[in-house]
């Protein structure tokens, strides 16, 4: 599984910007998709997933009300309202292949993952 995501750049605070991640390879095989993200010395944290079917989805909740995840065939999306100069970070899509109905919150829960792409928050 490959994954290639997009969508990252500087945006005011309050304002909106949309992350794609475009998989390719065994998507077949894929249960969960992610989206984390990982701030300048902090660790990689968990931001929302959704199941392969799309029938499931988690959130942070710190991010709970002001982002949303979807997929439409390959493409994944990460919909991101309400944006605070908290929110910069460094986003990544991973896939989950291990299938189960549980959206896994932790970053070992996942064996791929895409290039990340950079969102900054201006205040």
């Known amino acids: 599984v490959q994954l290639q995501a997009s969508g990252g750049g500087l945006v005011q605070a309050g304002g909106s910007l949309r992350l794609s991640c475009a998989a390719s390879g065994r998507t077949y095989s894929i249960s969960t998709m992610a989206w984390f993200r990982q701030a300048s010395g902090k660790e990689r944290e968990f931001v929302v997933g959704i199941s392969w079917s799309g029938g499931s989805t988690s959130t942070a909740g710190s991010v709970k009300g002001r982002f949303t995840i979807s997929r439409d065939n390959a493409m994944v999306y990460l919909e991101m309202n309400s944006l605070k100069p908290e929110d910069t970070a460094v986003y990544y899509c991973?896939?989950?292949?291990?299938?189960?109905?549980?959206?896994?919150?932790?970053?070992?829960?996942?064996?791929?993952w895409g290039q990340g792409t950079l969102v900054t928050v201006s205040s």
């Open positions: 991973a896939a989950r292949i291990v299938r189960g109905t549980v959206i896994h919150t932790t970053r070992w829960g996942y064996a791929y």
